[in-house]
C-alpha cells in the first residue's frame, strides 16, 4: 500500500469508520468535533469526502429527504475495502514511526 | 427554546453560491439540520451565528482547498467563473512581470500625483478643524448698520444672545500669551472660553476634568500642548503653569485630536480676563451646534430685536465653521490649486496613454492565443471578461503603490509650501483619499484598457494578425501624441514659473539682507505700562548693540515682509486731493540702519520724534508728483498730521510691486508685540545675543525667532516656488513617461518588421535607409504631439500671464526649450530600439 492520507482525511475516515456504514456527514462532523474538539466545518468534510471518493476510499449514495433538512436529500457514506485498507497501513505506519520514541499521548 | 422559522436566508445565499451543484443539496441540508438541532439546544441566536460561519467557511474549499474535479462521475469542479478567471488573470500577469510593473508604475505615479495634490490643496484650504462633528457647528455672525460684517460680539451682547437662544451658546476670544512651563518659556495661543465651550464642541477630558460654572485660576491643556510642552507627564494634571506670569492650575487635558476652533495650545475660562475692559470690547466669538432652520431663524428674529432694544441694531445670521482659513486666503490659494490640479490630471492622462499603449501591445501579441481560445468554445463575452478582469487585477495591485505615491508627496510637497509646521500635521493619507486613490486607479486601468480592447478581435488573429494589429497600432499612435502633447504643456508650465520666480527674485526688496536677524517678543500689556515699556525697550535696544557682534538695532511694531498695517494718506492743504492707499510702519531710528533701508532724501529721526513720516519714493511721487515731499504735510485716516522728514528707497519688500510705505516715528512707551532687528555677524550667534539680553531683562518674556530677512523673503515666495517645483516634478515625470510611451512604440513596431529591414539590408539598402522607415513614424507621431503641446502651452502661457508676475503673454525662448527637450527624449526614445533592430535583423534573418 503505496497511497499516503492527509491527517484531516484520516480523520474523516476514522470517524466514518466509527459511525459505520451509511453515516451521513452531520454524522462524520459530528463525530470529529465530538472526539477532538476541532471546530470544522460541515463544508470543509464534504470537501474531504468528495476527495476520497474519488480516490475510492469510501463511497456514497442519496438518502431520503427529511423535512427537517428542508426538503433536502441526505448523502449517506460507507467506507470501501480499499479506505480501510488505507487506514490500517496508516496505522502500522504511525506505529512504527511512534514506537521508541517514548512520547506519551496527551490530550 | 423557540425555534426559528429557518436559516439566515442571506447566509443560505451566499453557501448556495459557494456550493458545487452537486453538492449543494447534501450539504445545505446537513447545515440545516444542524441548525435545527442548534436552535434547540442553544437558541437561534447562536444557531443563527453558527450557520452564518458555515456559510462563510464553505467558500474556504472555493477559493482556496477547490472542490475536486470528477470527469464523468456527475461531480464537476466548481464552476465558478468569476473566481476562475480571477486565477487565470494573476497566473497572467505574474507570467508577464514587464507588463505589469510598467503599469502599475505608469498608473501609481499618475493617481499619486491627482490624490497627493489634491489631499495637499484640500488640507490646505480646508484644515481639520479640531472639533467633533464640525459641519454642525455654526458661527453667529451679523451686519452692523453701515453693511459691515461683525464677527466678534461684546460680554454684553452675548448675554443678550444666551437669553434668547434655547440652544447653548459658546464663546472663544483667543490670544497669544507667554507660558511658562517648569524651566521652558515659549509663546502659545490661549482660548478664553465660555463654560458651554467643552460641551458645545465635544471636548472630552483624557486627563482630569474641564470647566466648570465657578472655574477660576484654572486652566484646560490640549492634548497637543501635553504632548509638546509637558512631555506627556502623567502629572500634569494638578501642575501650574505661568500663563502671562499669573499661576493657573491645570485640571485637565482634552483628548487627542481636540484643538477647539482656534486651534488653541490651552483654554481658560472668560472670568480670567485681567480687568473687566474686555467686557465693553467686540472680543468675542460665538458659536452654536446644530440649530434648524426654521429654530434658527426665530432664534435671531428674536435675539436682533432684543440687541436693538439693547442698542446694538444688527442683523444676524449663523455660518456654519467651514475652515480656519479666512476667504481671502483661500482665494489667494485656489487659483495655485486649480493650476496644480490641473497639471497633475495631465500626468494621469499621460499615464493612462502610456497604459493605453502597453495594454494594447500586449494584446496584439496575444492575438493567436485569443483565437485559439475562440476556436476552443470561448465566448467573446468570456474572453473581454478575461482581459478586464486581468487589467482590473492590475489595477487592485497598482493601489497601495498609488497610496505610496501619494503619500511621498503629502511628505515632499509641505515643505515646498508657505505653511508652517504646525499645520502639516493636517496632511495626512486619510480613508477619503485612499478611496478616492482606490477609485482612480481602477478606473483609469480599466479606461486605458478599453481602447486596448476594441483594437483586438480575437477571430481576427488567427486569421491575420496584420489588421488587428493596425488598429492598435493606429490608437497606439493617438495615445502617443497625447503624451507629447502633455509633455510639452507641463514642460512649458514649468518653465514659465520658474522664470516668473527668478524674475521676483530679480526685483529690488529694498531691504539689505545680509547679515539681518529678526525675533519677536510681547510685552504683557498689564505689566509693561508707560515708563516699564519704554525702560525696557530702551534697555533692550542699548544692551542688543553693544554686543560685539551687533552693529546696528532697530525695532518696529510690524514684521516685516509678512505682515502690513494698511493705511489711507492725502496731502493737507488740498481738500480735494485723493487718498492713497500704502503701508504703516512703526520704526524706530535703528530701524533703517539695522535693515538696510536707504534714505534717498532728507533725513531719519530721533527717537524722540512723533510727527514726522518717512515715505518710500513711489508713495511720495504719487503723494507730490509736482515736487520734492521732504518738509510737506500729510494727514493719515485717523487724523494725525505729519511732516515728510525723508524719502526711503524704493522695494517691493517681499511683493511683486514696489511697496507703498509710510514709515512712522516708533512709540516706545506702547506695550504688546516688537520686532526686533539686527544687523551683524551670524544668524545663530545674533539669536544667542538675543535671547540671552531679553532673559537678562525679564526671564519670564518669551523670544520667538523670525530668522533673516532672506528667510522672510524666501517664506514670501514659497507658494510660487512649490508651484514651479511641482510643475517641474510633473513635467519631468510627464518626461519620463512620454520617453517611455514613445520607446515602446517604436519597439513593438520594430520588432514587427525586423524581417522586412533584414530582408531590406539583405538586398542592399543601407541601414540608413532601413531605419529611416521606423524613424519616419516616430517623427510623424511625434511632430504632430509636440505641435498640438505647443499650441496647448502657448494658449496655457497667456492665462498663466494674467496670474503670475514677469510673464509675457507668449514666451519663446521657453516654449523652444520644452520643444527641444520634448524632441531629444522622443529622438533617445527612437534611436534606442532603432540600433538594436539593425542589430539583431541580419541574424534573423539567417535563422529564418
Known sequence: MGDSIGEFEQLVLLALLRAGPDASGVAIHDEIVERTGRDVSIPAVYVTLARLELKGYVRSRSGEATTVRGGRARKLVTLTATGEAVLRHSRWVLERMWRGTGLRAEP | ?848
Open chain 2, 1 to 848: 427554546m423557540k425555534r426559528r422559522s429557518g436559516p439566515p436566508a442571506m447566509a443560505r445565499w451566499l453557501a448556495e453560491r459557494a456550493l458545487p451543484a452537486t453538492e449543494r443539496e447534501c450539504v445545505l441540508g446537513d447545515m440545516e439540520e444542524k441548525y435545527v438541532a442548534l436552535c434547540e439546544r442553544e437558541g437561534a441566536r447562536k444557531a443563527g451565528l453558527w450557520y452564518w460561519r458555515q456559510s462563510l467557511l464553505a467558500w474556504w474549499p472555493v477559493t482556496v482547498l477547490r472542490w475536486p474535479a470528477r470527469s464523468g462521475r456527475g461531480v464537476p469542479a466548481i464552476t465558478l467563473p468569476g473566481l476562475w478567471l480571477a486565477r487565470h488573470a494573476a497566473r497572467r500577469l505574474v507570467r508577464r512581470p514587464g507588463l505589469s510593473v510598467s503599469v502599475v508604475v505608469l498608473i501609481a505615479g499618475g493617481v499619486g500625483s491627482v490624490v497627493g495634490i489634491t489631499a495637499i490643496f484640500m488640507g490646505w484650504l480646508y484644515p481639520r478643524i479640531g472639533v467633533e462633528r464640525p459641519a454642525e457647528v455654526s458661527w453667529v455672525e451679523a451686519t452692523d448698520s453701515s453693511g459691515s460684517t461683525v464677527r466678534a460680539f461684546t460680554a454684553d451682547a452675548l448675554d443678550v444672545l444666551s437669553a434668547a437662544s434655547s440652544q447653548p451658546l459658546g464663546s472663544v476670544s483667543a490670544a497669544g500669551a507667554t507660558i511658562r512651563t517648569g524651566s521652558d518659556v515659549g509663546r502659545g495661543l490661549v482660548g478664553y472660553v465660555s463654560s458651554g465651550y467643552f460641551t458645545i464642541l465635544g471636548g472630552r477630558p483624557a486627563m482630569g476634568r474641564l470647566f466648570g460654572d465657578d472655574s477660576g485660576a484654572e486652566v484646560v491643556v490640549s492634548g497637543r500642548f501635553w504632548a509638546s510642552r509637558l512631555d506627556r507627564a502623567p502629572d500634569a494634571v494638578g501642575s501650574t503653569l505661568l500663563i502671562d506670569r499669573r499661576p493657573f492650575t491645570v485640571i485637565g487635558v482634552t483628548q487627542d485630536g481636540f484643538d477647539g476652533l482656534e486651534s488653541s495650545d490651552l483654554w481658560l475660562p472668560l472670568n480670567a480676563k485681567v480687568g473687566d475692559s474686555w467686557r465693553a470690547r467686540p472680543s468675542l466669538r460665538v458659536f452654536t451646534r446644530a440649530m434648524r432652520s426654521g429654530s434658527g431663524a426665530a432664534w435671531l428674529a428674536v435675539a436682533e430685536s432684543r440687541l436693538a432694544l439693547a442698542g446694538q441694531p444688527l442683523r444676524l445670521r449663523l455660518r456654519v465653521v467651514t475652515s480656519p482659513v479666512s476667504q481671502a486666503e483661500r482665494d489667494a490659494i485656489a487659483f495655485s490649486a486649480w493650476v496644480m490640479g490641473g497639471l497633475a490630471f495631465l500626468v494621469l492622462i499621460g499615464a493612462c496613454a502610456g497604459a493605453t499603449n502597453l495594454l494594447a501591445a500586449d494584446l496584439v501579441t496575444r492575438g493567436q492565443e485569443m483565437a485559439t481560445r475562440r476556436a476552443l468554445g470561448s465566448s467573446p463575452g468570456r474572453i473581454t471578461a478575461l482581459v478586464m478582469l486581468e487589467n482590473l487585477l492590475l489595477a487592485f495591485v497598482t493601489v497601495p503603490f498609488a497610496a505610496a505615491a501619494a503619500a511621498v508627496l503629502l511628505h515632499l510637497v509641505p515643505s515646498w509650501l508657505p505653511v508652517g509646521s504646525a499645520t502639516t500635521r493636517f496632511y495626512t493619507v486619510s480613508a477619503g483619499n485612499v478611496l478616492l486613490c482606490s477609485l482612480l486607479t481602477v478606473g483609469s486601468v480599466l479606461v486605458a484598457s478599453l481602447p486596448a480592447i476594441g483594437a483586438t478581435d480575437p477571430a481576427e488573429g488567427l486569421r491575420s494578425r496584420s489588421s488587428s494589429g493596425l488598429r492598435t497600432s493606429r490608437a497606439a499612435g493617438i495615445m502617443l501624441v497625447i503624451q507629447f502633447a502633455q509633455s510639452m504643456v507641463l514642460l512649458a508650465t514649468a518653465g514659465l514659473l520658474l522664470h516668473s520666480m527668478r524674475t521676483v527674485r530679480g526685483l529690488p526688496s529694498g531691504f539689505e539682507p545680509e547679515g539681518t536677524w529678526l525675533f519677536n517678543v510681547t510685552l504683557p500689556l498689564a505689566e509693561y505700562e508707560g515708563g516699564m515699556a519704554a525702560r525696557f525697550q530702551h534697555t533692550l535696544v542699548s544692551e542688543l548693540a553693544a554686543a560685539p557682534s551687533v552693529q546696528a538695532v532697530g525695532l518696529s511694531r510690524v514684521t516685516p515682509v509678512i505682515a502690513a498695517l494698511p493705511v489711507t494718506i492725502r496731502r493737507v492743504g488740498e481738500p480735494g486731493a485723493a487718498a492713497v492707499a500704502a503701508r504703516r510702519v512703526p520704526a524706530s531710528n535703528g530701524y533703517f540702519t539695522a535693515m538696510g533701508i536707504r534714505i534717498e532724501r532728507g533725513r531719519a529721526w530721533r527717537d524722540d520724534t512723533h510727527d514726522e513720516a518717512i515715505l518710500t519714493e513711489n508713495l511720495a511721487r504719487i503723494l507730490f508728483p509736482a515736487g520734492d515731499a521732504v518738509g510737506e504735510e500729510i494727514e493719515s485716516d485717523d487724523g494725525t498730521r505729519l511732516r515728510v522728514a525723508g524719502i526711503a528707497a524704493d522695494g517691493t519688500q517681499g511683493g511683486v510691486e514696489m511697496a507703498r510705505v509710510m514709515y512712522l516715528p516708533y512709540d516706545f512707551t506702547r506695550a504688546g508685540s516688537i520686532t526686533v532687528v539686527m544687523r551683524g555677524r551670524g544668524g545663530t550667534a545674533l539669536d544667542r545675543v538675543a535671547r540671552e539680553r531679553v532673559a537678562s531683562l525679564d526671564p519670564e518674556l518669551a523670544t520667538s525667532t523670525l530668522g533673516s530677512l532672506d528667510d522672510l523673503l524666501d517664506r514670501a515666495q514659497l507658494l510660487q516656488r512649490g508651484m514651479a517645483q511641482l510643475a517641474t516634478l510633473f513635467g519631468l515625470l510627464a518626461l519620463a513617461i512620454c520617453g517611455f510611451g514613445i520607446y515602446a512604440q517604436v519597439d513593438r513596431q520594430a520588432r514587427g518588421r525586423v524581417r522586412e529591414i533584414a530582408i531590406r539590408l539583405a538586398l542592399g539598402a543601407t541601414p540608413r535607409l532601413a531605419s529611416a522607415v521606423v524613424w519616419s513614424n516616430a517623427l510623424r507621431l511625434g511632430g504632430i504631439g509636440i505641435l498640438a503641446g505647443l499650441a496647448i502651452a502657448a494658449g496655457f502661457g497667456v492665462l498663466l500671464s494674467t496670474w503670475f508676475f514677469g510673464l509675457s503673454r507668449v514666451e519663446p525662448v521657453i516654449l523652444a526649450a520644452g520643444v527641444t527637450i520634448v524632441a531629444a527624449i522622443a529622438a533617445a526614445g527612437t534611436a534606442i530600439p532603432t540600433w538594436r533592430m539593425l542589430r539583431i535583423a541580419p541574424a534573423r534573418l539567417g535563422q529564418d
